[in-house]
């Protein structure tokens, strides 16, 4: 089983809709969860980060993580054609210098 | 503030050729990475180097070796190349903020490299 568990879609909503992404972990020593954001031919950038269990609002995005499940997962309200990218998750242990663990990433599409 | 960049963009390489893949910040980051990115795999982390004059293995650094040639500039090396190792590969730096917990990883572009 690996670490982190992605579904890699691809998930295609009309523009408006709620989009939901999930991910699912092994590794209880996980405390640091992310969403790296990546457009087609660019870098992953970083759009959500939290720490241990709880939800983090940031505009239209909610970052919500469930420690005792091994879940976590990205809403994004009023979906926009400009969030047609992929989404990865990432997560490590604790420590300054612990390295990210990455989903497979979800290719989302939002049609006009 | 030009953040992470690599080059080549593109590179095509027949097997058994060798190449270097270029990546420099302009942060003052101390920490630097390696990373593949595979259809269907995600990112893997290839190689690492935590400062200056220190690298580190990652999860998939058979093939590859690394130099870390002072503070901005970080290299990944192919020796022999493979078309198992056709992939897009991506430098990071990272950037710690004032509670060394919270820290941010930035992605250079990609380099796309694919071996005949």
């Known amino acids: 089983q690996k670490e982190v568990e992605q579904d890699p879609g691809p998930l295609s909503v009309p523009e408006g809709a709620i989009v939901s992404l999930n991910c699912t972990y092994s590794n209880s020593a996980f405390q640091y969860f992310m969403w790296y954001r990546q457009y087609s031919r660019k870098g992953p950038e970083l759009l959500m980060y939290t720490y241990s269990s709880g939800n983090k609002e940031d505009g239209r995005f909610t970052a919500q993580v469930d420690k005792s499940s091994k879940y976590i997962s990205l809403f994004i309200r009023d979906s926009q054609p400009s969030d047609s990218a992929t989404y990865l998750c990432?997560?490590?242990?604790?420590?300054?210098?612990?390295?990210?663990?990455f989903g497979k990433g979800t290719k989302l599409s939002v049609k006009p | 503030n030009a953040g992470v960049t690599q080059t080549p963009k593109f590179q095509v390489l027949k097997t058994g050729q060798s190449m270097t893949l270029q990546c420099a910040q302009d942060m003052n980051h101390n920490s630097m990475y390696w990373y593949r990115q595979d259809p269907g795999m995600g990112l893997r982390l290839i190689y690492y180097s935590a400062s200056e004059g220190t690298t580190d293995k990652g999860e998939v650094p058979n093939g590859y070796n690394v130099s870390r040639l002072n503070k901005r500039e970080f290299s990944l090396r192919l020796e022999s190349a493979a078309p198992s190792q056709t992939s897009v590969y991506f430098c990071?730096?990272?950037?710690?903020?004032?509670?060394?917990?919270?820290?941010?990883?930035?992605f250079g572009p990609g380099t796309r490299l694919t071996v005949l």
């Open positions: 990071a730096s990272l950037r710690y903020w004032r509670d060394p917990s919270y820290n941010e990883q930035f």
């Open positions: 990432a997560m490590r242990s604790g420590g300054s210098q612990g390295n990210l663990i």
